[in-house]
């Protein structure tokens, strides 16, 4: 006849409340022991670790890129639009995040405080590679919303050295910006020079044209509506040049893949097929297409309108091109240090009281979960046996 299995009577929670408390009293040493065992431990763990100090230097940005004239004109004659698109071309903190967390900038931060040696890293596979590593976890780029300003911040067991390092990231940003501003700066003045320079040889070349056309025809005036025409073809052919520069400016910002550059070339796009259609006569002001006016009135109507068009965006691009020589200039301007990296006196890590109270009460949880389930094990270890040899 087969042995039925054994059961543990049910009990109710208050008494398995009271069982455990009694195994808890009963290992109450075994905890204190362990729970002082963790405690020392940490106390002598964290007196053996390194004081680590923090040097901060804080930075303000240098302005922004545009000083008012281009975007002014450009938003005066575009409207809301275009001042929505220019707001991004003003200057913010993530070109100089960009450049401080750089691989660059943190090779020359590692060669020239000689990091490799600094973090023990000679005799690793790769010790670049590794001492970037290390350096990315003591260095910290902090942007403050509230006063709006850059910090760095650098960590070392040498105070002197996490000052000096600090310091250096923001030379580092300085060259480099500088470098970067200037050749973006240079690239879009040469950019409005050649324009400015193909508009004057062009007018010139529409006022002889022009001379030469009255001598030989004895016509010296078009009708008022063909001047009205011409003045809404250049006032048009203005607008597609703003349109042009904005997207010139963002290529040079942004590149060709942006989402706002591809915006403003669909508006460009869009204009000159308004333009071109304004040619073919769809246009309120002139509503007949040009090669069916009279020759010597339709040639005298292109001059007119050339040279309108010329005139006014020579008028445009003189001023933008004094704004992008000003730029230029100003390209050479750093980020203003606000307050410049010192050795530090206090330390900033590691945190020894926090590490001995999280370490003790770590050893009294971890005494308490052990003694408990060895309590359990003790207890049901024959009801277990049991029913695994009656399986």
Not at 85 to 112: F, H, N, P
């Amino acid at each position: 006849m087969e042995r039925a299995p054994m059961t543990e009577p049910s009990r109710s929670p208050t008494e398995i409340f009271w069982a455990l408390l009694r195994a808890l009293l009963k290992k109450r040493w075994l905890i204190i022991g362990i729970t002082g065992f963790f405690g020392v431990a940490s106390v002598v763990i964290s007196l053996l670790l390194s004081n680590w100090y923090m040097a901060e230097t804080r930075l303000l940005p240098p302005g922004q890129t545009s000083s008012g004239l281009l975007s002014g004109v450009i938003s005066g004659r575009l409207g809301s639009s275009a001042s929505s698109l220019l707001g991004g071309l003003v200057s913010d903190y993530q070109q100089q995040l960009a450049i401080l967390d750089s691989r660059t900038v943190k090779e020359s931060v590692v060669e020239e405080f000689n990091l490799i040696e600094v973090y023990d890293l000679a005799d690793s596979d790769a010790p670049m590679k590794y001492a970037i590593e290390e350096l990315e976890g003591n260095v910290e780029f902090v942007v403050d919303n509230e006063y709006n300003y850059l910090s760095v911040q650098a960590y070392d067991k040498d105070p002197q050295r996490a000052a000096d390092m600090a310091n250096f990231f923001v030379s580092e940003l300085n060259r480099i910006g500088i470098e970067l501003s200037t050749q973006t700066a240079r690239e879009y003045r040469r950019t409005v020079e050649k324009r400015y320079q193909s508009f004057e040889d062009s007018l010139a070349a529409v006022m002889l044209t022009t001379r030469i056309l009255q001598e030989e025809t004895g016509v010296l005036d078009l009708p008022t509506q063909g001047a009205a025409f011409a003045e809404a073809l250049a006032e048009w052919r203005t607008q597609i040049f703003v349109s042009e520069l904005e997207l010139d400016n963002l290529r040079f910002l942004y590149g060709d893949s942006h989402s706002q550059t591809r915006a403003v070339q669909r508006a460009v796009d869009q204009a000159w097929q308004s333009y071109n259609q304004a040619l073919e006569g769809q246009e309120r002001v002139m509503p007949v297409a040009q090669d069916i006016l009279p020759e010597v009135a339709h040639r005298f109507l292109e001059l007119q309108t050339d040279a309108l068009i010329l005139g006014t965006l020579l008028e445009f691009t003189r001023p933008v091109l004094e704004e992008a020589r000003l730029e230029e200039e100003r390209a050479s301007e750093s980020v203003q240090i606000l307050d410049p990296a010192i050795p530090p006196v206090e330390k900033a890590r590691p945190w020894r009281a926090a590490i001995c109270v999280v370490s003790t009460f770590s050893g009294f949880l971890l005494s308490i979960l052990y003694v408990l389930i060895s309590s359990w094990w003790k207890n049901n270890y024959t009801l277990i046996a049991e029913r695994l040899s009656s399986g």
